[in-house]
């Protein structure tokens, strides 16, 4: 069974950055089938940034491209999302991903508020 734990979310004044984590325990597939989403209220939750099926590369939304980063900890299982340049429509609550087969694991979320 797979867990994981996301953090570092919070308040954020526009411009300004953040790094989320997400732990991961359990037996997972890979690294690089753990990805971050997001979710807005009335909205469908969407993918943020993943790595791509080889996992020598990165995807990311349109809407936070060239301002965010996955990334990744060799050491543990471990991803995270480092955002930047800020804006008010960043603000959501983030979730890690893991997909083994067609089981689906989700974080509990980590709010990020961007506001002045």
């Known amino acids: 069974q797979v867990q994981l734990v996301e953090s570092g979310g919070g308040l954020v004044q526009p411009g300004g950055s953040l790094r989320l984590s997400c732990d991961a325990s359990?037996?997972?597939?890979?690294?690089?089938?753990m990805d971050w989403y997001r979710q807005t209220p009335g909205n469908q939750r969407e993918l943020v940034a993943g790595?791509?099926?080889?996992?020598?590369?990165?995807k990311y939304a349109d809407a936070v491209t060239g301002r965010f980063a996955i990334g990744r900890d060799g050491t543990k299982n471990t991803i995270y999302l480092h955002m930047s340049s800020l804006n008010p429509d960043d603000t959501a609550v983030y979730y890690c991903?893991?997909?083994?087969?067609?089981?689906?694991?989700w974080g509990q979320g980590t709010q990020v508020t961007v506001s002045s």
């Open positions: 991903h893991h997909k083994f087969g067609n089981v689906d694991t």
């Open positions: 359990g037996t997972i597939s890979s690294i690089y089938n």
């Open positions: 790595f791509t099926s080889g996992g020598g590369n990165t």
